[in-house]
């Protein structure tokens, strides 16, 4: 049974790392079924808020642009008439923005929100003009004008709106947690933890629900649980599974 987790929100808060509580509670669960991170994040950007113990484990970031499996890091990138829409439309509008390639990005806007602050913390990257990325997999904008995201989707770019940050995350055509996940050939019950939009393609396909917080309404047949209870709740799930035999 595979279980996946996202992180902001979900397992870790306020950019800080994942807890000692939580970290022991997913272990004790990954001795019995598959653990799966998925975030936001891109993989430059999970690590550093991963414990060590996690980091062989596969991981989706970007919203499903990047795959890790081993050693092995896949994206799937806008088209190159997207990114020339999108550099039009920043520099249109004067829009504050971060964008990342396959390791490298580009970021201009407030260096202390908060998703700035957890941006590659530990210098493995260089932070570029959008037009030297070698090729643009996420970005995200610090805007929440429905006009410029009405035309984003007609571009056929994925838009996820983010209100409690004041920001829009967008992903190339087609791309989400849910293909990135069934792209790693994870075969299973599925069982997710998450808690905002960028989830729901996971929660659609989930057997397991589990909606962290209250960004999310009525996610059909879900159980919310408090940031407080997360560490209980995943210690309850793997007590309630039984062993896997190999």
Excluded: C
Aim: charged share 20%; glycine share 6%; hydrophobic share 40%.
């Amino acid at each position: 049974m595979p279980v996946v987790f996202d992180l902001d929100g979900t397992t870790i808060f306020k950019g800080q790392k994942m807890t000692s509580e939580i970290t022991q509670a997913i272990e004790l669960l990954s001795e019995k079924h598959q653990v799966i991170f998925a975030s936001a994040r891109p993989i430059r950007d999970m690590l550093p808020v991963l414990p060590e113990v996690f980091y062989n484990f596969d991981l989706i970031g970007g919203n499903g642009a990047f795959t890790k499996q081993g050693e092995t890091i896949q994206t799937s990138s806008f088209t190159d008439q997207q990114i020339a829409f999108m550099l039009d439309l920043i520099e249109t509008r004067q829009l504050n923005y971060m964008m990342d390639s396959q390791w490298d990005y580009s970021f201009k806007g407030d260096t202390t929100h908060p998703l700035f602050l957890g941006v590659d913390p530990n210098n493995l990257a260089n932070n570029i003009h959008p037009r030297e990325l070698e090729t643009i997999v996420k970005v995200v904008l610090f805007t929440t004008d429905k006009t410029v995201i009405s035309e984003l989707e007609e571009q056929a770019i994925s838009v996820h709106f983010h209100g409690s940050e004041e920001l829009i995350d967008l992903s190339p055509t087609g791309i989400s947690k849910w293909t990135a996940f069934k792209q790693l050939g994870i075969e299973g019950n599925l069982v997710m933890f998450g808690n905002d939009t960028n989830d729901l393609p996971m929660f659609e396909n989930a057997n397991q629900k589990f909606v962290v917080g209250n960004l999310l309404k009525e996610v059909d047949q879900a159980t919310y649980v408090s940031e407080e209870d997360v560490a209980r709740t995943i210690l309850e799930l793997a007590k309630q599974t039984k062993k896997v035999l190999i």
